[in-house]
């Protein structure tokens, strides 16, 4: 189905994809004519089925960005413990180029057009992120994913996700997350927890909710960039929020 029959609810998105959505096994796998399925960071079939979904929103004529985490490779705050912070930092970052280069080449082979960016300076691999090319690039309708987080140090994917969205004018930052909404509480631990559809910025940061990076929603809040927070269990979700179904809990201005 074509962008003019189909009701899109935004026509320039910033996805955030979570390094553990793609995590694979301890081992590699392989299929019965000796190709690899998974190795132990990379399961290329879940991979495979978000980029997929991926070319349905694209093909609907939506304009999309990504930020892939790469936290299935290399967590400088779980793996980098007595590591130099900076250094650690500059792991994960790397991190990042190689699963935006695996994304890349999945996307390609479904029939997306792709440019990957780099904020960290790597032209045998990558191009360098200038914004007023990035633009350009989308509105050609290339899926162009951004790599090497910030290009500095202390900073989440979070955050460049959001300083991305902004810098491109998206209609809206979407948080493919391991959980799939925000709750009252924990919903792992405390039963009870109510999943909040809708939530202002201000109430993230004076609850203290880590869900979202503390940066990453302040930012937002000061340029008024929506947030859109959902599980990527599901990779349909992507094409359900970006045409108006419900889906994770929004984040905005509310008053």
Known sequence: MDGESMDIKYKRVLIKLSGEAVYGNDI???????????????????LDRICREIKKVVDLGVEV????????????????????????DHMGMLATVINSIALSETLEHVGVRTRVMSSVDMPQFCE???????????????????????????????????????????????????????????????????????IDYSEILAKGLKVIDATATAYAMENNMPLLLFGLDNPENIYTAITGGKTGTTVEKLN
């Open 128 to 198: 360098p992120y200038i914004k007023a090319r990035a633009v350009r690039y989308l509105e050609k309708k290339r899926v162009v994913i951004f790599a090497g987080g910030t290009g500095i140090s202390h900073m989440t994917t979070d955050t460049t996700s959001v300083l991305r969205g902004v810098e491109i004018d998206a209609d809206v930052v979407m948080l493919a997350k391991n959980i799939d909404a925000i709750y009252t509480a924990d919903p792992r631990i405390d039963p009870n927890a109510q999943r909040i559809p809708q």
């Open 65 to 88: 960005g990504i930020v892939f985490g790469g936290g299935n490779i290399w967590r400088g705050g779980r793996l980098g413990e007595g590591f130099d912070r900076t250094r650690a």
């Open 28 to 46: 590699a796998e392989y299929d019965a004519d000796g190709k690899v399925k998974s190795v132990p960071v990379i399961d290329r079939a879940k």
